[in-house]
């Protein structure tokens, strides 16, 4: 009853009305950058990111969760009609939604994706409302220790679930720890790594390395890739509405789809392309019309469309209850948080319970901002695909500057913005992923805050670290997120390339 009150009072928040236009914005925003093929919502959260610095807290993270939703609705448009997912748990979509739209059914594939994404957002919220709180009691009873294994499961997780390689990705998440220690030591008062630079003296603003990271180095990575072949994009023929049959055939597989998507997104070791992979796998061998898969089956379209939107609301469960980003665009909205001055987790949910209602109850809204949004305006979306990529990264590159300029003006923060941009490429470039470097910059100070503390009350004995069955049962999770991604990557893959090789053939 105490989950119906408190969700109450932050549909109460959530429908301000700044706080509806914030939701719009981000909503529509969200859509923009998911149907524009490589700008995803976790760049244009960070590009937000200086723009924000001085507006509401709750308005400015109700806009990124309306982006984070909005871009998940806007790459099927994509997959469906340019063949081009924008994002990794678009893939699974492309191979169904293309076909459909060669075969002039563009319409019924764009509108199953969307009611879809509307039944999954719609249920996975509600379960984020009644799953964080039992979350948040167990989490109030975490110590020192627990916290650092906490910690030590996020850096793992974050290596393990990007990218290809749990190697690549630690060794991105090194990058990040090491630009951690700079600044001063709060428990010594010295200056660690600042080179006798004064603006250093207060660490890496974790913004700009955002903005830097994932604006400057994809616009560096598109522009050394040269021109390239246009896009064909497939024209949507004949009505957009789904008839009696599809409907029928698309029903189950939403309700499948949002309850894999969900508990896999909520997983410390989850993500979103993880879930689409096994629901598109559980539809094939549940169809009662298997012969269509590869060939445009309505079933594999509407069943990874749900996963994907119900691991969206599923990452927030870590991020909200625990401080644990599953996903880049959370790792960004954990920088969004830290921003205002917030931190994710238990203690949140007690000091500023309306902002965390609020942006719960706001995810409910946007879903239905985002279904009434979608299918009327796909006109509009796909004309968006036919502005020049010189363009657009043009006025991002000009964008991200401005920015950070604007939020801090130092010649210093300039440079390293330079800095971090062509790291940012170098690592796209040699295919290490982005997300782990932001994750460490922003948890490596707390973990080694909460290794010290508890070290000191163990009086060095290391073995403090497991005191507990909670800090124990962290450790193993973590251990878990390392070698489960792997595996549940390498089973959804292989049945994926075995549909594109039977396609093949």
């Known amino acids: 009853m105490d989950t119906f009150v408190l969700l109450g009072q932050g549909l109460l928040t959530a429908m301000q009305p700044m706080h509806l236009l914030y939701a719009l914005i981000g909503v529509t925003l969200g859509t923009a950058v998911g149907v524009l093929p490589g700008i995803g919502p976790a760049l244009t959260v960070a590009l937000l990111l200086p723009v924000t610095y001085q507006l509401d807290a709750a308005g400015s993270l109700i806009m990124f969760a309306g982006i984070y939703y909005g871009g998940m609705y806007g790459g099927s448009t994509t997959s469906i009609?340019?063949?081009t997912p924008g994002e990794s748990a678009s893939i699974?979509?492309?191979?169904?939604?293309?076909?459909?739209?060669?075969a002039g059914r563009g319409g019924p594939a764009?509108?199953?994706a969307a009611i879809g994404s509307f039944v999954a957002g719609l249920i996975a919220t509600l379960g984020l409302a009644f799953i964080a709180?039992?979350?948040?009691?167990?989490?109030?009873?975490f110590g020192p220790a627990e916290y650092f294994a906490l910690m030590?499961?996020?850096?793992?997780?974050?290596?393990?679930?990007?990218?290809?390689?749990a190697l690549r990705g630690l060794t991105a998440l090194a990058l990040g720890l090491a630009l951690g220690l700079v600044g001063i030591d709060l428990q010594t008062g010295q200056a660690r790594l600042s080179f006798g630079v004064p603006e250093l003296l207060d660490g890496v603003e974790v913004t700009t390395l955002a903005v830097a990271l994932f604006a400057i180095g994809e616009t560096l990575s598109v522009a050394a890739a040269g021109h390239r072949t246009p896009d064909t994009v497939e024209a949507v023929k004949g009505s957009l509405w789904m008839s009696r049959e599809d409907w029928k055939r698309s029903w189950k597989p939403w309700l499948?789809?949002?309850?894999i998507g969900f508990p896999i997104g909520a997983m410390p070791a989850g993500g979103a392309e993880i879930g689409t992979f096994l629901s598109y796998a559980a539809e094939k061998n549940l169809s009662k019309h298997p012969e269509e898969f590869g060939k445009g089956?309505?079933?594999?379209?509407?069943?990874?469309?749900?996963?994907?939107?119900?691991s969206a609301a599923g990452t927030l469960v870590p991020l909200l209850t625990l401080g644990l980003p599953t996903t880049a665009t959370a790792a960004i909205m954990l920088a969004g948080f830290q921003q205002f001055g917030l931190q994710p987790g238990p203690l949140l949910f007690a000091t500023r319970p309306d902002i965390v209602w609020g942006l719960i109850a706001s995810l409910l809204i946007a879903n239905l901002m985002l279904v009434v949004l979608n299918l009327p305006l796909i006109g509009l979306w796909v004309r968006l695909l036919t502005i020049p990529r010189p363009w657009l990264y043009a006025g991002i590159l000009v964008f991200a500057t401005l920015g950070t300029i604007g939020a801090n003006p130092s010649?210093?923060?300039?440079g390293m913005l330079l800095v971090f941009g062509l790291m940012g490429y170098g690592l796209r470039r040699f295919g290490y992923p982005i997300a782990p470097v932001v994750v460490g910059l922003i948890l490596g100070p707390m973990a080694e805050q909460q290794l010290r503390r508890a070290l000191a009350i163990g009086q060095g004995n290391p073995l403090v670290l497991v005191h507990s069955w909670l800090a124990v049962t962290l450790l193993l999770l973590a251990l878990a997120a390392l070698v489960v991604p792997m595996i549940l990557r390498a089973r959804g893959r292989g049945q994926v390339l075995n549909q594109l090789q039977a396609n093949e053939d």
């Open 81 to 83: 009609l340019l063949n």
């Open 92 to 102: 699974v979509t492309a191979l169904e939604g293309n076909k459909m739209a060669r």
């Open 110 to 112: 764009l509108a199953t």
């Open 133 to 141: 709180p039992a979350i948040v009691k167990v989490a109030l009873s």
């Open 152 to 165: 030590l499961l996020a850096f793992v997780t974050v290596s393990a679930a990007f990218g290809d390689s």
């Open 256 to 259: 499948r789809g949002t309850f």
């Open 297 to 310: 089956a309505i079933e594999g379209v509407a069943g990874p469309e749900a996963a994907n939107n119900a």
């Open 411 to 414: 010649a210093v923060e300039l």
